[in-house]
């Protein structure tokens, strides 16, 4: 199994799980928080965990690229505002952050266009 494989199935568990999790508590807040604007976050990676299942671009950029500005925003935090004990926990953090946009960037061409054709495999 790929790593886009991979990707997909966790996108969609996550998806799914946050999904069920939002509806079963949506008249119970949890501290306060009302749950409800997440909704639409939950179900649009369903769709994009489909998509990276079927290595699709359009699917990758779209799960690369916000995880990839989390990773690099927790990087600096990490050297700007964390003390020693918790950097280098932190940096790992944004290394599994920052590790589906290497991904996406290592095996470009091996994914499928954004018009549906299949590209050459190199």
Same mark, same amino acid.
């Given at each position: 199994?790929?790593?886009?494989?991979? +990707?997909?199935?966790?996108?969609? /568990? +996550?998806?799914?799980?946050?999904? $069920?999790? $939002? #509806?079963?508590?949506?008249?119970?807040?949890?501290? @306060?928080?009302?749950?409800?604007?997440? /909704?639409?976050?939950?179900?649009?990676? $369903?769709? #994009?965990?489909?998509?990276?299942?079927?290595?699709?671009?359009?699917?990758? #950029? =779209?799960?690369?690229?916000?995880?990839? #500005?989390?990773?690099?925003?927790?990087? $600096?935090?990490?050297?700007? =505002?964390?003390?020693?004990?918790?950097?280098?926990?932190?940096?790992?953090?944004?290394?599994?952050?920052?590790?589906?946009?290497?991904?996406?960037?290592?095996?470009?061409?091996?994914?499928?266009?954004?018009? @549906?054709?299949?590209?050459?495999?190199?």
């Amino acid at each position: 199994m790929t790593a886009f494989k991979w +990707f997909g199935v966790l996108a969609i /568990l +996550f998806g799914t799980a946050g999904t $069920i999790v $939002i #509806v079963a508590l949506w008249h119970e807040p949890i501290h @306060g928080v009302d749950l409800a604007p997440m /909704l639409p976050l939950h179900l649009a990676t $369903i769709p #994009v965990g489909v998509g990276l299942w079927f290595h699709r671009r359009w699917a990758a #950029v =779209l799960f690369a690229a916000p995880l990839a #500005v989390l990773g690099a925003w927790e990087a $600096i935090d990490a050297v700007r =505002l964390a003390e020693f004990p918790a950097t280098p926990a932190n940096l790992v953090l944004a290394g599994i952050f920052l590790s589906p946009a290497g991904v996406t960037v290592s095996r470009w061409s091996r994914l499928r266009p954004f018009n @549906g054709e299949r590209s050459p495999a190199k």
